[in-house]
């Protein structure tokens, strides 16, 4: 029964539901690819497809590394899951909250960045592999949309947390 009121308590705070929500947008990451990527050669009019998802760039023919972005989703995944097992003590889930935030924001950016500036680099790199000219189309997939409300989840639920920090301070004045 101190559970489960414990844990009714937990849920029916609204950054808890805003934190629950951009964990399972993390998770949901770790099942749909972000973007995929097409090259076609111009003199020869082959097309090679690649996935940009948590195995980082995977493709057909493509012999280079994988950089595991699963890794990295799930100790944000991990680290969100984290801050609302945190509920009782406010300042450290604050701040623990903010850096997750941060680190948000930063790999958001990083793969925003590789989307609409990446192009120039997968074609030089293919150029100077063969010496053919190649174009490059970028698509978004469904991944790619899971990325922006996580940063909007986790904004929201530091707001609330600083509100009940907040009134905890003003009810602490009034005793």
């Known amino acids: 029964m101190y559970i489960c009121e414990k844990v009714i308590f937990m849920i029916q705070r609204a950054q808890t539901i805003y934190l629950g929500l951009a964990f399972i947008c993390m998770v949901l990451l ?18 090679m497809s690649a996935v940009f ?34 509920f009782k003590k406010r300042p450290r889930q604050l701040l623990l909250t903010r850096l997750n935030l941060i680190l948000h924001v930063l790999v958001v950016l990083g793969i925003y960045g590789f989307y609409y500036f990446g192009a120039s680099f997968v074609q030089s790199g293919m150029s100077a592999m063969d010496g053919t000219a190649v174009e490059i ?21 530091i707001r609330g947390i600083k509100r ?12």
């Not at 770790?30 to 097309?47: A, W, Y």
């Not at 009940?164 to 005793?175: G, P």
Request: net charge negative; with cysteine.
């Open 53 to 86: 998802g948590k195995d980082g760039v995977v493709g057909e023919g493509l012999t280079t590394g994988h950089f595991p972005l699963s890794n990295v989703f799930i100790g944000l995944a991990l680290m969100t899951f984290t801050c609302i097992l945190l």
């Open 137 to 157: 189309a970028f698509s978004m997939e469904l991944g790619f949309f899971f990325l922006i409300p996580t940063i909007a989840f986790i904004f929201l639920a």
């Open 30 to 47: 770790l099942f749909f690819p972000i973007f995929s990527i097409d090259v076609k050669s111009l003199e020869s009019g082959v097309t």
């Open 164 to 175: 009940d920090e907040n009134l905890v301070n003003s009810l602490d004045r009034i005793r």
